[in-house]
């Protein structure tokens, strides 16, 4: 009987207990979702408030909030090993390129567009990482997800004029490769092993210092099996 009372109180309870969780929120508060799409680092006067998975989470607009609600997973720290979507892209010259095609690689997989100046920024330093771990069993894979009619012409020349050589493809497919990968920002990069699983990702703000430190790390064993 003490058990029914108990649930009882916290029925009648929950409403007033959220009420008071909201009344206390604080004044200032990180938006996750400024954090990931402009790499907000300072509070932000807190203007909405959710729980999600019994974590209150802070909003600087009720958008934000409203954005963070309709995919949660898409503003949270990753689920880190998962395996990756089995997505298809097209090269340049329209041929159609599965993701799974790779399997048995380290493929370094990078969502960019040509609108993008963080992008084509760290490009040349992904045709680095390219270089030093071609013979290792690591691909680097550049997706575009320029959407114009005018796409293909644009990647080619600012594929030459940065003169990257590995594979470029065009997210062109009805079932588009960054939506499954749910992409929310550019730049964003996910590093997945032989096995087709997801070990690590970066998105919006990137330290390229971070890439290079987790792909040396991950190919370490690769480096001394050559050097044997």
């Known amino acids: 009987m003490f058990y029914l009372h108990l649930l009882f109180a916290v029925f009648l309870l929950g409403p007033s207990?959220?009420?008071?969780?909201?009344?206390?929120?604080p004044e200032k508060a990180l938006c996750v979702v400024c954090a990931l799409k402009?790499?907000?680092?300072?509070?932000?006067?807190?203007?909405?408030?959710?729980?999600?998975?019994?974590?209150?989470?802070?909003?600087?607009?009720?958008?934000?909030?409203?954005?963070?609600?309709?995919?949660?997973?898409?503003?949270?720290?990753?689920?880190?090993?998962?395996?990756?979507?089995?997505?298809i892209v097209?090269?340049?010259?329209?041929?159609?390129?599965?993701?799974?095609?790779?399997k048995g690689q380290w493929v370094f997989l990078d969502f960019w567009a040509t609108w993008c100046k963080p992008c084509i920024k760290m490009m040349p330093k992904l045709q680095e990482l390219y270089e030093a771990y071609a013979?290792?069993?690591?691909?680097?894979?550049?997706v575009s997800i320029d959407d114009d009619e005018a796409r293909i012409k644009k990647i080619e020349r600012f594929?030459?004029?940065?003169?990257?050589s590995y594979p470029i493809f065009s997210d062109a497919k009805q079932e588009q490769a960054w939506h499954m990968f749910n992409v929310k920002v550019?730049?964003?990069a996910f590093l997945i092993d032989p096995?087709?699983?997801?070990?690590?990702?970066?998105r919006g703000k990137i330290d390229h210092k971070k890439i290079e430190e987790e792909v040396?790390?991950?190919?370490?064993?690769?480096e001394e099996i050559k050097h044997q």
Request: charged fraction near 25%; charge should be negative; include cysteine.
């Open 216 to 222: 040396a790390r991950r190919m370490a064993p690769q």
């Open 186 to 188: 550019l730049p964003a």
């Open 17 to 25: 207990l959220l009420l008071a969780q909201e009344n206390v929120r």
């Open 38 to 87: 402009d790499g907000e680092t300072e509070s932000e006067k807190v203007k909405a408030f959710l729980e999600h998975a019994g974590k209150a989470y802070y909003f600087c607009s009720q958008d934000c909030k409203e954005e963070f609600d309709a995919d949660p997973a898409g503003y949270l720290p990753p689920e880190l090993p998962r395996p990756a979507p089995a997505v």
């Open 195 to 202: 096995k087709g699983q997801v070990v690590a990702q970066w």
């Open 135 to 142: 013979d290792t069993g690591f691909v680097v894979l550049g």
């Open 159 to 164: 594929v030459k004029k940065v003169g990257v």
């Open 90 to 102: 097209e090269t340049l010259a329209g041929e159609s390129v599965a993701l799974q095609d790779f």
